[in-house]
């Protein structure tokens, strides 16, 4: 005890041998640190609270609206049809406009009636450009039409990036950077969906960026069916911050996502269809993953698959070479009754999962029928080669 006590004594006496100046240097010295520390944390704390309230205000939803404001909105959208409001300007744009502006075909998706289709969508668009990404963020939608034998409707939003890129006389070409869904609303008209989505977009990329919001109708069959259509063009939109946009519902439009060279022969001794797929022109987007590309050919007779097959895997360039001939036994006498329907795949993660590219259809209907379908009937035990546009 008295060792301990003799021992805190001493320590207390220790004096360190420095002049006044440099022990007031070394204080000046550490105040000069600790202030720069201080700005440096309230500097990472200004850059962590901007990016947190764009993210914030990109996924806002109405939820946090008051009941006066949606009051508001709602009935600013009771007006003629084929309009489009931005929310935070008065002007109307010209890059979502009516139908007649849609990019692709002008062939309807499915059999949609364009009587019952009606509503309104809600959404948020947002390009960060510290992280160089696109954010698009659903919100709801509003007065959907619902199904005439149920009297109901499962909503949900399938979201797609396009990159549109002009060829020739004005013929857009588009490609696919990525697609996804919100979750089904069960039993709802005004669903409220609030889901968030984001991809890596370039600054140079954003001009050429159309976003496609399809509103289904959920079926567990995988049957969707599709309630309308609303399409946003990046180019001259000030997104830098989240810009909230509503539309009317418009016709789905079909886009021309690429060009499938095919070959038709038909023997009819022995009543066989012979289809070569010979090359696949698509817009290419450059990716450090190898993919693969396959194209399935089936025969359709009176709605129903009676015959299939598929050519092998190669790998996705700008212009996919396959030269493959697929062979198909028809009944006799019903050449004129079928359809033939190709679709181009894209196997994605090592082969684990595919993604549709595009499809075409084309043989002889009541209706009509394709050029290059008659061209191969007047030219029996020959090949004719033609190219076809892939839409989705």
């Not at 946009?245 to 690429?258: F, N, S, T």
């Not at 001794?269 to 993953?289: A, C, D, M, N, P």
């Not at 999962?353 to 050029?371: H, N, W």
Request: aromatic share 10%; charged share 25%.
């Amino acid at each position: 005890m008295l060792l301990s006590t003799a021992l805190q004594k001493s320590l207390w006496g220790i004096r360190i041998p420095f002049s006044e100046e440099v022990k007031h240097l070394a204080l000046a010295i550490s105040l000069f640190l600790f202030l720069i520390s201080i700005c440096i944390l309230i500097w990472q704390i200004h850059r962590y609270c901007t990016q947190q309230t764009a993210s914030k205000h990109a996924v806002y939803c109405s939820q946090s609206d008051s009941q006066s404001a949606k009051s508001e909105m709602f009935q600013n959208s009771q007006m003629t049809n084929n309009q489009l409001y931005l929310l935070h300007d008065e002007e109307r744009p010209s890059y979502l406009n009516s139908s007649s502006d849609l990019a692709g075909s002008t062939d309807s998706l499915g059999n949609v009636d364009e009587e019952h289709i009606q509503g309104t969508l809600r959404f948020s668009l947002f390009y960060d450009q510290l992280q160089s990404r696109l954010v698009v963020t659903v919100l709801e939608a509003r007065g959907l039409a619902t199904r005439a034998f149920s009297q109901s409707v499962d909503p949900f939003v399938h979201v797609k990036v396009l990159w549109v890129a002009v060829e020739g006389k004005e013929q857009k070409q588009s490609c696919v950077l990525q697609e996804w869904q919100t979750r089904p609303v069960k039993d709802s008209c005004n669903p409220k969906f609030g889901d968030q989505f984001f991809c890596t977009v370039t600054k140079e990329d954003v001009p050429m960026i159309t976003v496609r919001l399809e509103v289904r109708d959920f079926d567990k069959y995988s049957r969707h069916g599709i309630l309308g259509e609303v399409r946003a063009s990046l180019d001259g939109l000030k997104i830098s911050y989240p810009l909230e946009m509503q539309a009317d519902l418009q016709k789905p439009k079909k886009d021309i996502v690429g060009q499938v060279l095919l070959s038709l022969k038909y023997m009819p001794t022995s009543h066989r269809l012979e289809v070569g797929v010979l090359k696949i022109r698509t817009v290419f987007q450059s990716s450090k993953v190898k993919r693969a590309l396959y194209a399935k050919t089936k025969i359709v007779c009176n709605q129903c698959r009676i015959r299939h097959q598929r050519t092998t895997e190669r790998i996705f360039s700008d212009m996919t070479v396959f030269n493959e001939v697929l062979i198909f036994r028809l009944p006799e006498g019903q050449i004129n009754e079928f359809t033939l329907v190709l679709s181009v795949y894209e196997l994605c993660r090592r082969k684990i999962s595919k993604r549709l590219i595009g499809q075409l259809s084309f043989g002889k209907t009541e209706s009509m029928e394709d050029e290059h379908w008659r061209l191969m009937m007047n030219a029996l035990r020959q090949p004719v080669a033609k190219w076809h546009f892939l839409y989705l």
